[in-house]
């Protein structure tokens, strides 16, 4: 079936630091890929997407790029803020509007 | 930007009671909103999809008498956790999608509902 796996946390990462949280995926047929953040107290909020292979979704500061060969995802940031201080979320569609999502990686950044 | 709503957004109740959660568009009309479910540390389960003035699809393995989701309006759908249970106590979350925002893909998310059952 499908599934999404990103890496377990919490991260916790100094004030312009490089972000990477890891996002892979089992799917059939070719999914559409996404970030969610929620920061906290809120709704999740789309941040990023992707919906074939080789695009790069990015928002903010952040990137993905969607690598079919590695069935990957992963979001990265090159310096970040303490406000990006959040739950992150991979998730992918594939056919109709079922979004399927990972388990969430929470973020602390320290200023 | 797009604003959906819950409420309430905590809520005790005891077992053997029912307990009904309201997810709102305030700015659009959802044709389609979902519910999830959240375990701690765990990821989003959908349990049903709710199309307004149609009956909602539940995902296997949720229980339809136990969820009772209604869409009565666009902007409107209700959650009701029927004869609740200590097991049902959980994060419950809504989204729903503004088929005019120009995205297909786009789900609007409330802030969610902590449910505890004593």
């Known amino acids: 079936g499908n599934s999404v796996t990103q890496m377990e946390g919490p991260v916790t990462l100094s004030e312009e630091a490089f972000l990477t949280i890891n996002c892979t995926y089992t799917a059939t047929g070719y999914p559409s890929l996404f970030w969610y953040v929620q920061y906290p107290g809120e709704g999740l909020q789309l941040l990023l997407k992707a919906t074939k292979a080789d695009d790069k979704g990015s928002n903010k500061g952040f990137e993905a790029t969607y690598r079919k060969e590695t069935t990957s995802f992963h979001l990265e940031k090159g310096s970040v803020q303490v406000s990006d201080s959040a739950v992150y979320f991979c998730?992918?569609?594939?056919?109709?509007?079922?979004?399927?999502f990972g388990a969430g990686t929470r973020l602390f950044v320290k200023a | 930007g797009a604003v959906v709503s819950q409420h309430p957004s905590r809520v005790i109740c005891k077992s053997g009671t029912s307990v009904k959660i309201e997810c709102r568009s305030l700015?659009?009309?959802?044709?389609?909103m979902f519910w999830y479910r959240q375990f701690p540390k765990q990821s989003l389960m959908l349990m049903a999809t709710s199309n307004e003035g149609s009956k909602a699809t539940y995902e296997q393995g949720v229980e339809k008498d136990k969820f009772l989701i209604n869409h009565a309006s666009l902007t409107l759908s209700t959650l009701t956790v029927t004869s609740a249970h200590p097991e049902d106590s959980s994060f419950y979350i809504c989204?729903?999608?503004?088929?005019?925002?120009?995205?297909?893909?786009?789900?609007?998310f409330g802030p969610g509902t902590r449910l505890t059952v004593t």
């Open positions: 700015d659009f009309q959802a044709t389609t």
């Open positions: 989204s729903a999608r503004d088929p005019f925002s120009g995205s297909e893909y786009e789900q609007y």
């Open positions: 998730a992918l569609i594939t056919g109709g509007f079922k979004t399927i």
